[in-house]
């Protein structure tokens, strides 16, 4: 979508100048979507091979992901607009306050992706379950959530009493 083009009933905001988050791009997925139009709305587990490429700096960092065969991808829509605050995602008239909803349009467009691990080579992971486009940053890899155990606090130390 073209920066200057909103949708009927779409509001947008002006930019604050600067901020103080620094981001340091991990890697690059790549997928076979060229453009926001050919890219599924939400990823399915069903869907194409994608490959999730980290850096050579970040190699150390991937030791031990295999042993989850589900991981949280965390990207930067690079291609997003930040400014819309009101949208009409279906372009049906229907308007929703951008935190509201899914939608890739936000002030920080960081996106997440359940995949399922095919396959590891190196620094390279195969996944299926990604809705973005080729050549996206990728900013960070978790295992998925449910398959991490919470780390205890020490005993005798309530959770509620830690800070």
Same mark, same amino acid.
């Given at each position: 979508?073209?920066?200057? +083009?909103?949708?009927?009933?779409?509001?947008? =905001?002006?930019? #604050?100048?600067?901020?103080? =988050?620094?981001?340091?791009?991990?890697? $690059?997925?790549? +997928? *076979?979507?060229?453009?926001?139009?050919?890219? #599924?709305?939400?990823?399915?587990i069903n869907g194409p091979? &994608?490959?999730?490429?980290?850096?050579?700096?970040?190699?150390?960092? !991937?030791?031990?992901?295999?042993?989850?065969? +589900?991981?949280?991808? !965390?990207?930067?829509?690079?291609?997003?607009?930040?400014?819309?605050? !009101?949208?009409? #995602? =279906?372009?049906?008239?229907?308007?929703?306050? +951008?935190?509201?909803?899914?939608?890739?349009?936000? #002030?920080?467009?960081?996106? $997440?992706?359940?995949?399922?691990?095919?396959?590891? $080579?190196?620094?390279?992971?195969?996944?299926?379950?990604?809705? &973005?486009?080729?050549?996206?940053?990728?900013?960070?890899?978790k295992p998925e959530r449910? !398959?991490?155990?919470?780390? =205890? *606090? *020490?005993?005798?130390?309530? *959770?509620?009493?830690?800070?």
């Amino acid at each position: 979508m073209e920066q200057s +083009t909103l949708r009927e009933n779409e509001v947008s =905001a002006s930019l #604050p100048s600067g901020g103080d =988050a620094h981001l340091h791009f991990i890697g $690059t997925v790549r +997928t *076979p979507w060229q453009s926001r139009g050919d890219a #599924p709305r939400q990823g399915d587990i069903n869907g194409p091979l &994608c490959t999730i490429e980290v850096f050579d700096h970040w190699d150390l960092a !991937l030791k031990g992901i295999e042993k989850y065969r +589900t991981l949280e991808i !965390l990207y930067w829509l690079h291609e997003s607009r930040r400014d819309i605050v !009101l949208q009409s #995602p =279906a372009n049906n008239g229907e308007v929703h306050g +951008t935190f509201s909803i899914r939608s890739p349009v936000r #002030p920080n467009p960081i996106a $997440t992706s359940i995949v399922q691990v095919v396959s590891i $080579t190196g620094n390279r992971i195969l996944v299926r379950g990604m809705d &973005c486009i080729d050549g996206t940053p990728l900013l960070d890899i978790k295992p998925e959530r449910s !398959l991490v155990l919470p780390i =205890a *606090p *020490p005993k005798g130390v309530h *959770p509620m009493d830690v800070e």
